[in-house]
């Protein structure tokens, strides 16, 4: 059946190839100032078709003044270019047939000395830039990401979930973060936190890519999510900056600079976050004891309070050695340190009555600092895109978390007790790439290299309790522990393009060796494991015409599990929370497929899409009575997991006054558990829905409005209840578009909360959490810098 299946295939592609047999014309061509013959960037291009005035295609140039349209039919064209402050270019009848398959037009532009008075910029971003491979969203053109953190803004990202708490999904599943496409220390375990204080007005654009080709690693069920920093490569000396006063004391502040005045550009931003975090949860459970069965009932509300402060900076240089090697060198530096004040009033009872009622305080010192540095070398070659790069990014991540517990009872009617927690955790990470990257001709391109990645995580844990008879501190052997944890991954992949008229293919293969090796140094354990995977990758493409595209797309991802989750000693939130990890636990892999469509049209871009996964050894949490008392959490392996779902990326702009932006999604999930003692399989179907829209009342006055909803989702325990939240924002522009004034509102309703539901035969819990979540800013930006003369300041759409 495969095999007729795949004839099939073949000969649907051989038709297709001989269908479009006429429709693989190409013109190409670099554009220079005519006098000084320096590449210009920006140029609008336009191909027209003899005897008709209407535009066929339109390009602009890169930044070498390259330009390029391909898949043009038989018949008789002219190339029209044009840009501001020189003349416009018209060509000569050019003809596309048997015999002229590919034109190669360079063009020279002239009057680049005219002067001009003044020039106002009519183009700019879309909020959403959608492609077949992947969704852009553009920070820069979202009010809210003026004033709010990088959590805040990844919430109108498509396809992107975040709850309460900050954890970042995509696709209802887990997502590997990148910053600057590289892998940060920070956007593991503590990803939530540093997501939650990372300005946004820091970030340049957020890139979704649901499944990446072998270039890339394969970590993540749900794909990447590539949070790319500010760097203004603009000439002359630029910058901008922004401050903002919010509610309950909150305040931040960001500027960044760049200074190019040819072959070196310098650049460096600073950003301060001050902010405000309460969260109230209630959290009932009935517990039985599993050797009794005897019911125990606890109730605990806890009041959780901090107040964050984070620093993140950035300085770096490239310069460009000639016309073919260029370097660069850049580094990070991010720190959050907070004070948290947390009370958990608790009761615990069964059949005879109230057992206990006490309040546990706790005060914690806590920060978090990352410094990396990254250098990379760039070779063209003669050729366009022909090039070689090698890139090194080594980043140092530690973390202390000095927690101090008092519990104060009253009945029984006992003295105060108090222990304490000092958690010491440091990540070292580096990563080498060699990347080539050759095109061989106008339809095939070639890509291969090596990319590794070396990470080591150490966790330090000191617990002691206060010993009344001796009137001291005392280590408490069962919170004392230390585990290291090494990863070392050595990966070589390659990729291949290959172009057929309408039609598309890219394959790719990533083989991996992973060397690891779990450290129980409290116990002199050590636990190693190695293996080798490879991951390959399809994408097929097939343009039915300039505005519809269908892509089928394939790969095999893996996502491996932390040191935290690996690490077998236990970490006690309380005396009744226990959370263990498990140094057995596998890599899960996903199988995951993909259809997709894009039809764009007049200012209308829809981009639906089908999806379907396969995955087995997922990670779950499960949860379960140690006794009477205590409940110990600990990651499992799922015998397999299955979801199939559909969602569409709807953007239209109406007009030169609304934007909208609407992104549904529907996804079945199917989960089989019975490894784990779960005799049936458990399903759910659940839905989600983001819409961003932006009114333009005057040219400087805009309002915005974002909203998503989240329906019920499913855990192999329970389930999650639905949650929904509201922002509003205007902005107002002043002193010539230069700055800005804009007011945002985050959950207006004050809707946003959590709500957990666990069943199992031994346990019954309801957890509800809600937070401090409206929060209202008042800010100011500003943009300023001096352009080189250069003739690149905006290009014309009057053709």
Not at 705 to 725: D, E, M
């Amino acid at each position: 059946m495969y095999k007729k299946l795949f004839l099939i295939f073949v000969q649907l592609v051989v038709l297709t190839v001989l269908a479009n047999a006429q429709n693989n014309g190409v013109v190409t061509g670099k554009i220079t100032d005519a006098a000084s013959a320096q590449p210009l960037e920006f140029v609008t291009v336009a191909v027209m078709v003899q005897g008709n005035a209407a535009i066929y295609k339109q390009e602009v140039t890169n930044a070498k003044g390259i330009y390029k349209f391909a898949g043009l039919p038989d018949g008789q064209y002219y190339i029209v270019a044009s840009f501001v402050g020189y003349d416009r270019f018209k060509s000569a009848e050019l003809r596309i047939d048997a015999s002229h398959r590919k034109i190669d037009l360079n063009i020279s532009l002239g009057g680049g000395a005219k002067k001009l008075n003044e020039v106002e910029v009519v183009a700019k971003k879309p909020l959403y830039s959608n492609t077949i491979d992947r969704k852009v969203y553009n920070v820069d053109q979202d009010v809210m990401a003026k004033s709010g953190s990088a959590s805040e803004v990844l919430q109108n990202v498509p396809l992107v979930q975040v709850d309460i708490d900050g954890n970042v999904s995509l696709r209802n599943s887990t997502a590997t973060i990148l910053i600057n496409g590289k892998v940060s220390p920070i956007m593991g375990k503590n990803a939530a936190a540093a997501l939650q204080q990372l300005p946004a007005n820091s970030i340049e654009k957020i890139e979704v890519i649901t499944n990446p080709s072998a270039k890339y690693k394969p970590d993540g069920t749900g794909g990447i999510i590539n949070i790319v920093l500010k760097k203004n490569v603009k000439k002359g000396l630029n910058g901008s900056v922004t401050a903002n006063m919010g509610n309950q004391e909150r305040y931040n502040a960001n500027a960044n600079v760049n200074y190019n005045p040819g072959k070196v550009n310098i650049f460096g931003s600073y950003s301060i976050k001050q902010d405000d975090r309460l969260r109230l949860t209630t959290n009932n459970r009935s517990q039985a004891d599993p050797s009794t069965s005897a019911l125990a009932y606890y109730h605990d509300e806890i009041s959780a309070r901090s107040r964050p402060f984070s620093n993140t900076a950035l300085i770096g240089m490239d310069y460009a050695i000639d016309d073919k090697n260029s370097l660069g060198l850049s580094g990070n530096y991010y720190f959050r340190k907070m004070h948290k004040n947390d009370i958990t009033l608790k009761t615990v009872s069964n059949s005879s009555g109230l057992l206990a009622d006490y309040d546990r305080l706790r005060k914690n010192y806590e920060y978090e600092r990352e410094a990396d540095a990254t250098f990379f070398f760039e070779h063209n070659f003669k050729n366009e895109g022909h090039k070689i790069r090698l890139e090194f990014n080594a980043a140092h991540s530690p973390e202390v978390e000095d927690n101090h517990y008092t519990n104060t009872y009253r009945v029984p009617v006992t003295p105060n007790q108090l222990d304490n927690t000092l958690i010491k955790q440091t990540a070292d990470n580096q990563q080498l790439t060699l990347a080539y990257e050759n095109p061989l001709s106008e339809n095939t391109k070639l890509e291969f290299g090596y990319d590794g990645r070396y990470n080591r995580q150490d966790l330090d844990f000191y617990g002691e309790a206060y010993d009344a008879t001796q009137q001291r501190f005392v280590a408490d052997a069962l919170k004392t522990n230390r585990f290291i944890y090494n990863e070392n991954i050595h990966a070589l992949y390659g990729t291949v393009e290959q172009a057929w008229r309408k039609f598309g293919l890219m394959l790719g293969l990533r083989a991996e060796y992973a060397d690891i090796k779990s450290h129980l140094i409290t116990t002199a354990t050590t636990i190693p494991n190695h293996y080798f995977k490879v991951y390959p990758t399809l994408h097929l493409t097939y343009q039915l015409s300039d505005s519809k595209q269908l892509q089928l797309n394939y790969s095999r991802r893996v996502r491996r599990p932390e040191g935290d989750d690996l690490n077998p000693f236990a970490e006690y939130a309380d005396p009744t929370n226990i959370r263990v990890g498990n140094p057995h636990l596998l890599p899960e892999i996903i199988h995951s497929v993909e259809l997709g469509y894009q039809w764009k049209h007049n200012g209308f871009t829809i981009l639906p899409g089908i999806y379907y996964r396969y995955k087995y050894n997922g990670f779950t949490s499960i949860t379960t009575p140690l006794n009477s008392t205590t409940l110990v959490t600990t990651q499992q392996n799922l015998a397999n997991d299955q979801a199939v779902g559909a969602d569409v990326v709807f953007s239209a702009s109406i007009g030169d006054k609304l934007n909208i932006n609407f992104t549904p999604n529907a996804f079945y999930n199917q989960i089989d558990a019975s490894n784990l003692g779960y005799s049936t399989k458990k399903n759910t179907f659940t839905w989600s829905a983001n819409l961003n829209s932006s009114y333009v009342i005057t040219k400087s006055t805009m309002l915005q409005i974002n909203s998503n909803y989240k329906s019920a989702r499913l855990t192999p325990q329970g389930r999650y209840l639905p949650s929904f939240v509201l922002n509003l924002g205007a902005r107002q522009d002043i002193f010539h578009k230069k700055g800005s004034i804009y007011f945002t509102l985050s959950d207006v309703f004050k809707s946003q909360r959590q709500k957990a539901e666990l069943s199992s035969p031994l346990l019954v819990q309801n957890v509800y959490t809600r937070s401090n979540s409206r929060i209202g800013y008042l800010g100011l930006s500003y943009n300023f810098g001096v352009m080189k003369k250069k003739k690149d300041l905006t290009f014309d759409n009057s053709l």
